[in-house]
């Protein structure tokens, strides 16, 4: 198995993200290569007490820029996305701890 921190690279920072966080269902960013077994596995792993109900994934498209100089184009990598959505008696995860 990978190691959770890994398939888990950070959480996406939305306002839709932010409204979904009340009804227990979160969004990462994750590693390209991950498949939702190991992305329940890892989110189990690095937040021990929550149990995962369903995991939703989608690879979005990386933007092209121009330079702005130039007619040089070059691409943005593509990004994977993890929707994963908890059990009702899973406790909140908490992506941004003070400290």
């Known amino acids: 198995m990978k190691d959770p921190h890994d398939v888990i690279i950070r959480p996406v920072v939305s306002e839709k993200s932010y409204g979904l966080i009340d009804e227990n269902v979160y969004t990462f960013v994750v590693a390209p290569d ?33 330079g702005r100089r130039s007619a040089k184009t070059t691409k943005l990598p593509d990004r994977k996305h993890a929707i994963v959505t908890l059990t009702k008696d899973s406790d909140d995860i908490e992506i941004f701890q003070a400290g």
Do not use: D, M
């Open 34 to 66: 991950a498949s939702k077994i190991e992305i329940r596995q890892a989110v189990e792993a690095i937040w021990p007490g929550r149990k995962v109900l369903k995991v939703n994934t989608l690879t979005r498209k990386g933007k092209s820029k121009r």
